[in-house]
């Protein structure tokens, strides 16, 4: 039922992106897969009921998981596919956890770690070193790289190694750099996380989730606690997000083309303290260095850079971070986080220098 990954692996990202997890090419057979509405199924097949299985999250977790390199299962949203892995930890045991991981994943953990469930220790993720210690006594590792919004990097092979060591699992939380940019199941990492609400959706109009491993037992054990727990995709949202997969490398490309030009710009400008970026991706962070008022200011501004929270849409969006309570202390209060969509770089260029020009001193 799940992907075989082999017969794409030999096709290069955009490939695959584009001719994974499509019907076979029979007379008159759909080019797509149809959006499946079945709560139940004819009795003596392998699905039997709605929450085991969907033709259509079958047709999107095969294109997902041939570009992870992996086996592929689809959430309702990333949350629900974050909860299903941190439920993976037995009682008690010990989490490492980047201090500037997404917010959402960290509040999973200080609930968990509240009702007695585990323990989670929080590392800077660029500290490998520091992160490598950590790793003895964990049964999980938790990774996300680039970090949303302070935007660190993890160097996920020696963590990997060292968390491998110690008897540890492995997640990448992908959602920011993508299979096309990043590969976390190459280097050995044992479970990859995505929000497909983001960039693998790309439209900002659906929620869901996925998770991808190459490991079978894994790959059963979370299949297993879907089925039993129910956080399972709508068929329309999985229908969505295949679609927008489809799409996927062009629209990576532009805006991190965007991206990289507007860090190019915006490295002048005299309203900013700091600009993050990794050099790759979409998400670019900038610091105000007038604070909070001013990243406020900057938010209303701006007329085709829409102020929202999420990112990795087609569209430009930017937020003050610290304005979620949730956000980490260690986030400075100015910072802004911009989601560069796949506008005419001028225009996104022309926008935002004209609010931040309303924005020094
Ligand atoms: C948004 C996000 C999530 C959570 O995904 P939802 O689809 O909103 O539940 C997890 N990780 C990262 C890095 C995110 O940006």
Redesign the pocket.
Known sequence: MAADPSPTSSLRPGTIAVTAGRPDREPDAPLNTPITMAATYVAGGEVEYGRYGNPTWTALEDALGALEGGRCLTFA????A?ATVLDLVGKEGRVVVPKHA?T??IMQLADLESRGRLTAEMVDITDTDAVVKACDGAALVWL?SPT?PALEIADIPTITAAAHEAGAYVVV?N??ATPLLQRPLEDDVDLV?H????YLAGHSDV???AIVTRDDELWTVLKGRRDLVGAIPGPFEAWLTLRGLRTLHLRVERSQANAQELVRRLGEHPALSEVRYPGFGGIVSIVLAQGEMAADLLSRKTRVWVHAT??GGVESSLERRRRWKAEAATIPDGLVRLSVGIEDVEDLWEDLRAALDGCVG
């Open positions: 949203s990333g949350l629900a974050v997404y959402g994943t996300e949303n939380d959602t920011f996380v929000s497909a609400t983001k929620q869901m989730g999420s990112l």
